[in-house]
């Protein structure tokens, strides 16, 4: 019964990144996506990074453009980097005030910290047509239009909210997971 709530949970995940930018799926168009994205990464080198680009044409056929697409793939994968970051505090607020063992862990998370940092401002910097919009536009003329595209997208911050909720749930499903395995 977990596994099914999680599976629903990673749905509603995809409709909320789809809703951040102004598009519109069902829940069942996220469940196939979900578990199909995630049976690919299995096998492939990346895992879920790279599975991201997989399984977009039934989406391509209800009207949405690869380009939406992408924007909100990157989007899911994003939140749930960020997530993972945000569960992580407690645990290592912990570790820090009870002096257990931290040395590897301490680094590797303020190296995570910084890798979601920069990806925010580079989404932020890339909507706003900022640093990151010229400098690809400079090296890349011919990506143009698909920033274009991005960036006249309306950027819904309630359905993003409502995203990173939903992947906070998630993680908490993801530690009773492993909590139900240890026992």
Known sequence: SITLVYCFFHALMYVYSFKSISSNINWQDGLKLFLKRNFVSVFLPGGGVT???FFSTELEKKGISKT????????????????VFL????????????????KGDLPAFIVLALI????????????KKGWVF????????DAELILEEITASNFSLSAFVKNVLVSVCIEL???????????
């Open 51 to 53: 599975s991201l680009v």
């Open 68 to 83: 939406k697409i992408s924007l909100a793939s990157y989007i899911y994968g994003l939140v749930g980097l960020f997530t």
């Open 87 to 102: 569960v992580t505090i407690p645990a290592i607020i912990f570790l820090l005030f009870t002096h257990k063992q931290i």
């Open 116 to 127: 979601i940092a920069l990806l925010i401002w580079a989404s932020i910097s890339l909507f």
């Open 134 to 141: 010229k400098k690809i536009i400079r090296y890349r003329p």
């Open 173 to 183: 499903l993801g530690i009773l997971h492993l909590i139900v395995a240890m026992r």
